[in-house]
Structures are given as structure tokens and as C-alpha cells.
């Protein structure tokens, strides 16, 4: 089935929040920020800007009912700064006028005058002067100081990656309007719709039940809409609070870019022991994440750091901590893979050190420590249905390896301006929310007495076509075509309490919990069929082509005329249902348990041509055979595949995040910070299926695609290193991403 959304986006007739038909007498705001990344207020006058004509209010904590508060994980992090500032771009104000343009003038007439405080922008930085959101996490197997005295070969290394900026096309925002009885309504662009809710709820200090939130789609989101779409949100409905208007916030992109986080930059030492056999033996790894100036999901991200930071290998002993550090950057936050990139990261980079050191193929080491069926992962999973093998196997034999490496020498040999590289890249990656408490859905379903159906979900849509396969779901158990089924928004008047879109799992969790609704509808009807085609309980009822079919065998029964005859016997054809992931579940007092549903694996092979000349490089190809399970959807998975890898690529070679001492972000538009474009795609992208029976946790045994492919991406990094090598033999590898043009210059030339 077709993504239902590309016809509209096309079209350019999909709805977004800025979108949403305004009510006559829409205010507009805008947010004063802070222009300093650490200090003191010492005063702020805002009687200039009061005046202009046009200005309704200027809301800042003082106009807030309950709690200025909106951390989701800790209460660390106010609405509205109060007496001190701990990042430049942190909200101060909103200023709320009759039209946008109105608002941005007053905004520059607010006069502002902070103390400076000293601003810590490192992890470095932030370590020595003990500066942390928590305290350090830490997952161990077995000894790992055992592991290295047994260790042939010791190596030891520091790596850095950087931020990532999200990007999303649409900008965050939100539309709040008031209903009756002091209800409010909020159209927003959020990953959470239940956090936008009860975060509001907090800080207006009224109950849940006041405060709607309509989603409809989001133009992306990559994890930057999980959290940090809350504040804006929060901003409308208070202002709505208190004018009883329709207030209206659309960030413009430099002032989205500037005081939202981004993908947490992480600095790490590592320590890894090999035998004989280059078997892994001992892996020590300390990651200092740099959190920003507020936990936001840093210590969660944190956690699926830890737990991705063997990646697809089996590691005998391992000690590793993760260092949540607090800077006077804007709070970093979620974003595709949600710290398991950064981890995974480390050790292929110890990998990668230690082939050089022994001079084996990096290749080598990868596979002698691919994981098998029944090993154990650090925090307590036993490995089941592993398929990391077979996809590494299937890469190397599908695309002919050993030819594709022999070509390569061939033109290295040949070639003195330009070289070639090549990388394989595995990954493994757990499905679920770590923290268990968060892995349920729900879903609602009504079927009209026309037989046409509408179903609700705590899904959202962004541009990962959960939408789609919601439909299909639905489609697929009555056995019709997809046009009878319309998929509602995600709205909290329909479904309560949900999770936000993120981890992969949202097409897993309310599917399955749309699965269960159907099915009890269908349950409910099964008497009715049986008494309209005079049945009994050894007959086989099934649901295909808008007919149902007895023994597979077509029936005379329509679905309309089943409906028709169900609701004349007053049966309810509506159904809320609810799933919980089983199975899973994790002690946090000793970081062991069985957190992940199961692992999503797969093997990307890398290729790459350098301009020795320029520094520049060019993709040939990457060649993926990664895990789906049974797809469900094989269009949107593989364009799922590559839209991750692209992303990850990315973030590995190109995105340079920059922020001066000062806290102030350098890299701030478009022209400053690169992106892929279609030029930097790699010229051929082929994505395999891996074949497999897929795993009955996920939702029609497809497995979860937003995240693992991601990862792919890193191969890149490694497979320009491994050109780089070839044409210069004195270069010495470096784990300091992303790999720019630059970077491999002066590699080239060191
Ligand atoms: Mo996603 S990075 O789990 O919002």
C-alpha cells in the first residue's frame, strides 16, 4: 500500500500546525529569549515595548498560575527564566500582539541587563568543575579487569562526536483556542501529545481534563518533537489562559535553531582487550554526554547509550559508564537512535584502533565478535533470533565482497589522486522503550452503521508513515479495502496517557493495540455471522474483500450487511482497546533484566571515493541487508532504511554543530551547517531484506524501522578512514566526528 500521505504532500494540500484555519482575533507571539548563555538578571524593562500599539501582553513567570516547571524527567528546567539565565536562547517572555509583526518589534525593544556567570560549553569543562545533571549510570558484565589481564592486546583510545541539528521542515509551533468552561485546546507539532497536556496542566495548575491537544501530523520531528515541543505549547495555552483569545506561535527556523537542543555531543576514553583470536575480551568505556544546561531525556538517552554500547557484538566483560554533564548549551535532547548511535560509535572506533595497531582488517575483528544465538548483552538479555551473522554473511556474499575489496586495491594501485575505501557496518538495535513503564498503547475503533470505519491511535504521524500502516492494520483484519478506513488525528480526547511516537515502537504498540481492538469487534460479530449464514463452532469465519468468507470459501454475508445486521441487534461497533508489551522488563537497582522486545539487526557495506586533491569524497555505494522481519509495508521500510542512513550519514561526515565560548551558536543557518543534500546521497543505495520469520512482538511480525538504519551511517566515517589510509600509509586514525572535507585534508596531508 501506498504511503497515504505523498498524494497530498505533493500536492502541497497536507495540513500542518501553522495550517489550522485561525479563529477571527488570532493573537500572535513571539518569545524573548536570553541573549547571554549564563548570568544573573539583573533587570529587564519591558515598558517600552508594552507601549507599542498592537502589543497585548508580555507574559514571563510571573504570570504563571502553577508551576514553572516543564523537565520531564527531572524538575530542573523553568518555563520562563526567573533570576538567572543557563543558556543563550533560553525563553524568557512571550510577547503576545495583535500581529507577528507587531510582536517582533516589541521583542526589540525589551531591554535586558545580566550579570555574567562563567559558561561552561564542554563536557571537559563541565567534568572538572563537577557539573552534572545525575550521577554517573553504569552497566557491568562480568570483570572486566580479569578480562583485560587475560587480554593478548590493550588498546586505548579517546573519541568525540558531535551534535546534530534535527531539521525537521517544519519548525515547532503551536495554536492554542479557548472552549468553554475554561477548556483549551492546542494544536500542536509534538511527538508527545499527553506530555504537551500534562505539562500544561502543570504549569496553568489546572486539571488534564482542561486541556485538548489535536495532533494532526508533524512535517518531522527526529526526536526533537518528543520533549522540546512542549514549551511552545505551554506558551499559547497560558497566554490563552489568560486573554480568552486564540494565541498563535510558529518558531521562525533561526529562533527554532538557536534556543532548541539538538543530538547530544559526546566525548569518550575507551579501553578495549582482544586474545589471541581477536576475540573481545574486555571493553571500558567512559561517555561524558554533553547535556546541555537541563536533563530534558538526557539521562534516558544516556541509558540507550549504555545499552547499545556493544552494538552487534558479544563482549565478555564490560564496565561502562556514562557521565551526564551540564552545560550552558540549550538542553540537547532526542534524536533518531537517542544515544545508541553515539555509543555504537565507540566501539567501532575501538575496533578500528585496534585492527591498525595489529594491522588485520578492521573486518576481521568485526566478525570474530559477531554475536550469537543465546550470548548475553550487558544488561542481562540473553541474545534470541539473532540475526547479525546471516546479514553480515548475506552483504558479503550478495555483493561480492572480496571482488568489490580486490577492486579497490586494483585502483588505489592504479590511482595516485584519487582513493578508494570501503567499511562494513553492522548494527543491532533493542526495541522498546528502556523504560518500561512507557511500552503500551491504545487504540480506538468505530465502525459506522455505513460499514465505513474510523480509527484512533496514539500514534503520530511524521512523516514515517505510521498512518499508513495504522490503515493497513485495520484494512487487512475486516478485510477491506483501505479506502473504507479513515485514520483519525492523534488527539487526547480519544486516547489517554499515551507514550510519545518514539523508540521505534509506535507502529509495534498501537498497532497491536489496533490489532486487539478489531479483533474484539470481530468477536462480537461472530454470532451474528453464524446466525445470518446458520454457522456452527467447527466453521472458519474469515475477512477478505469486503465479504466475510466461510471455510475460505466466499459467503453471501457483504461487511455491510454484517453491520447493518449487527447494529439492528444493538451491538456496540465501537472498541477501545489497550496493549502492553509482555515480556519485558528491567531492575534498574542492579541494570539487569530483558528491557527489549527484540533486536532489529542488519549490515551496511560502504563505499567510497576520495579526492586527494581537494579532500572531498563521493559515495559509490552503500549495500544494506538488514532485518524487517516479515515488512509489512516494504515501500515505507526501505524508504525508512534510506532516509536513516542519509540522516546518519550525515551527522557522521557533514553536520558540524558550533558554539563559541560564549555559548553562542555559530552554526546557526543553513549556509553554516550542511546538510545532505541530493548531491551527497551516495550514488547507489541498495537495501536487501534479510529473509526471516520475523518476531511475533512486532506488529504483523514487521519489525520496528524509524532508528536501526540509522546507524548504517556510521560506516561512512570509517570507510573514508580506510581511504585515507591508502593514500596516505603515515595517517593515524581519528574518532573525531563528523569527518568533514577539512578534516580529511589535513589528515591526507598530516
Ligand atoms: Mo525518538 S529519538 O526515540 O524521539
Redesign the pocket.
Known sequence: MKNKDSYGHVRGESLFVDDVNVREGTLHAIVFDSPSAHGKIKNIDYSDAEKLDGVVRIFNYEAIPGENQIGGIFPDEPLFAENEVHFMGQPIALIVAKTLAIAKKAKQLIKIEIDALPVITTVKEAFEQGSFINGPRKFELDDVEKGFKESEHVFEGETFTNGQEHLYLETQGSYAIPLEHGTIKIFSST?GPTAVQSTTAKVLGIPMHKIEVEVNRLGG??????DQATPWAVMTALAVYHLNKAVKLILERHDDVRMTGKRHPYESTFKIGLNKELKILAFEVDYYQNSGAAAD?SPA?AERTLFHATNSYFVKNAKLTVHSCKTNLPPN??????GGPQGMFVIEAAIVKAAKALNVPVHKIQEANLLQENDVFPYGQIAKQVAIKKSWDAVKSTFNMAKKTQEIQDFNAKNQAFKKGLSLMPIAFGIS?TNTPMNHARALVHIYNDGSVGISTGAVEMGQSVNTKMLQVAAMSFGLAPERVKIETTNTTRIANMS?????ATADLNGKALLKACNSLKERMAPVIMEHLALTNSDKITYQDNFIFTNGTKSTLSWEALITATFLKRISLSEHAHYATPVIHFDKTIEKGHPFAYHVYGTALTTVTLDCIRGTYEFDAVEIVHDFGKTMNKGIDIGQVEGALVQGMGWMTMEEISYNEKGQLLSNSLSGYKVPDIFSVPKDVKVVPLETDGSEMAILKSKAV??PPFMYGIGAYFAIQDAMAAFNPKYTYKFDAPMTPEKVLMGLYE
Do not use: D, H, V
Open positions: 511527538q520531528a527526529f526526536g526533537g518533537k518528543e531525556l538517552i535532547t532526542a534524536f533518531r537512535g537517542f522503550f510519545p511516537t518514539a523508540a521505534s524509524g532508528e
